[in-house]
């Protein structure tokens, strides 16, 4: 059973920054989710085993960053330049491969989540 846990989130001022950290029981492909009230659950990014391969939603290129540190088993998204539509729940998400779409239903395993809010 793979067990992961987020931290990190919080309350910000927009264009501010946070670091949501996810800590995995294992090394698996990777992936940030986030679901606001009301709205579906949807992808912001993922990552490879290695860390060599990253992928993101349009919606996040050039202000949030994906990335870990295998040594210490955690998967990290750097969010930067806040925006109050960032506001939601981030999860992360796990499963042995990268899937064919970034579906939710994809992933195997979640976390619990954590809330990230952005006030204007």
């Known amino acids: 059973q793979v067990q992961l846990v987020e931290s990190g989130g919080g309350l910000v001022q927009a264009g501010g920054s946070l670091r949501l950290s996810c800590a995995a029981s294992?090394?698996?492909?990777m992936a940030w989710f986030r679901q606001a009230p009301g709205n579906e659950r949807e992808f912001v990014a993922a990552i490879s085993w290695s860390g060599g391969s990253t992928y993101y939603a349009d919606f996040v290129k050039g202000r949030f960053t994906i990335s870990r540190d295998n040594a210490k088993y955690t998967v990290y998204l750097q969010m930067n330049s806040l925006k109050p539509e960032d506001t939601a729940a981030y999860y992360c998400a796990s499963r042995t491969l990268r899937p064919n779409t970034w579906n939710a239903a994809e992933f195997h395993y979640w976390g619990q989540g954590t809330q990230v809010t952005v006030s204007s």
């Open positions: 294992v090394q698996t492909f």
